[in-house]
């Protein structure tokens, strides 16, 4: 067919003349919506709002080693503070008290190996100034991984300890007793790197804290380590805390919401660790301890007796303004049944719990402040093991083992 613009008569001419317009002239100037690109440019849009304000202005920038750029960040200008309920809040330096024995010996429950440092790969390169706190920064291709801007660092699944969603798979303990209240709690958490299948599922440990309505969870404070391809962009394992004070409707990893005031300087949420454990040779681990402060009411939390990162203020919950009535410890990975067969993702090292010290992943030194405020280990506990052939928990006095390798001939 000979294209609509040339020869003819007069008549002819017009037309194939407008037909000509037609097609050279783009849609939008001849008032047709070319959606793709309206939506192309408010995505863009809603991104560079999103991305000025996760990430705060930096007075230093460091480059780490494994690709995260850390912004050192004025204290006093924190993600924290763009919450309405802290906008005149004063920052706590430290806490007005301490639980009696709040700092924890190591324990030989597990491995006599003398135990390496852990630090954060960013610290190869540089430290943050006194006056500024370390914040993982946020990049454009994050948010884009997230199923909406707005979700970026919230929960996609439904992610309630124990609930035992169909996604879901946990190995977990929990102390909870009619009655019972708790103020705080410690776990020392063996560090791996477990494998993970695919970018929607991740492989964590962590504690929960929570505080409930009849039943039914409304507040929660969370911390540990987890592997999570679309919420950081790898397979490696990096520091994560979370909170939700309705529910899981909303609440926020780490820094990516406001809420939580980080005091530290040293260590930023959502950057990676080394070393990790060696299979059948030296182990690395993670001590997380949380307790309430007695005077303020603000939950803090210290990684490694070291350091006091800060507090999430007692002023966001409701329930957890006051105490947690459940303690629970554990693993958790997220299993999408790819192709109709069980993940191949790992929990912990990658195998069960029965093969013991430097093989299976752990928890130990195992605390709760009670409401006599008396600091003690575990007791009346309830396990949870949602697919034991995938995954298993073996429970001591103050210290389980845990993990699995996810899909085998006996978990198919």
């Known amino acids: 067919m000979a294209p609509p613009c040339g020869g003819g008569r007069r008549w002819m001419r ?59 960040v004025d204290i006093k200008k924190q993600p924290a503070f763009d919450h309405p309920l802290l906008k005149n809040h004063t920052i706590q330096m430290r806490p007005s008290s301490y639980p009696e024995g709040f700092l924890f010996k190591e324990s030989n429950n597990i491995s006599s190996n003398s135990k390496p440092i852990i630090t954060q790969r960013w610290h190869l390169n540089g430290s943050c100034p006194e006056g500024t706190i370390p914040i993982r920064r946020t990049k454009e291709e994050d948010l884009l991984r997230a199923s909406s801007v707005a979700n970026y660092g919230r929960k996609k699944y439904d992610m309630i300890p124990n609930d035992n969603p169909s996604t879901h798979e946990y190995a977990t303990i929990t102390e909870e007793g009619e009655g019972e209240t708790y103020y705080g709690m410690n776990a020392e958490i063996n560090l791996w790197n477990p494998q993970v299948q695919q970018s929607n599922e991740f492989s964590l440990a962590q504690f929960w804290m929570t505080g409930d309505n009849n039943g039914a969870i409304i507040d929660t404070i969370e911390a540990g380590m987890m592997v999570y391809f679309d919420l950081h962009g790898d397979y490696e394992t990096r520091l994560f805390t979370y909170w939700t004070n309705d529910g899981y409707q909303s609440g926020c990893y780490n820094v990516m919401c406001p809420g939580f005031v980080q005091i530290d300087n040293r260590m930023a949420f959502g950057a990676t660790f080394l070393p990790y454990s060696v299979y059948g040779g030296t182990q690395t681990s993670v001590n997380l301890y949380v307790f309430k402060d007695n005077v303020y009411g603000h939950w803090w939390l210290q990684v490694n007796n070291k350091y006091l990162m800060g507090y999430w203020p007692s002023s966001l919950f409701s329930f957890l303004s006051n105490s947690a009535v459940r303690v629970t410890w554990g693993g958790e990975v997220v299993n999408q049944k790819s192709g109709g067969q069980h993940t191949t993702t790992q929990m912990g090292s990658g195998h069960f719990a029965e093969e013991g010290p430097s093989r299976a992943s752990y928890f130990q030194n195992l ?19 949602t697919n034991p052939t995938c995954y298993n928990l073996l429970t001591h006095n103050d210290f389980f083992f845990y993990g699995g390798p996810g899909r085998s001939l006996n978990c198919p």
């Open 14 to 72: 017009a037309v194939k003349f407008t037909l000509c317009l037609f097609f050279l002239i783009p849609m939008s100037s001849v008032g047709i919506r070319n959606t793709n690109t309206n939506f192309d440019k408010k995505q863009k849009l809603e991104v560079q709002q999103q991305l000025k304000r996760l990430n705060k202005p930096a007075l230093k920038t460091i480059k780490s080693p494994d690709g995260d750029i850390i912004d050192c």
């Open 367 to 385: 605390k709760v402040i009670d409401h006599e405020q008396v600091l003690r280990g575990p007791r009346d506990i309830h396990v949870t093991v």
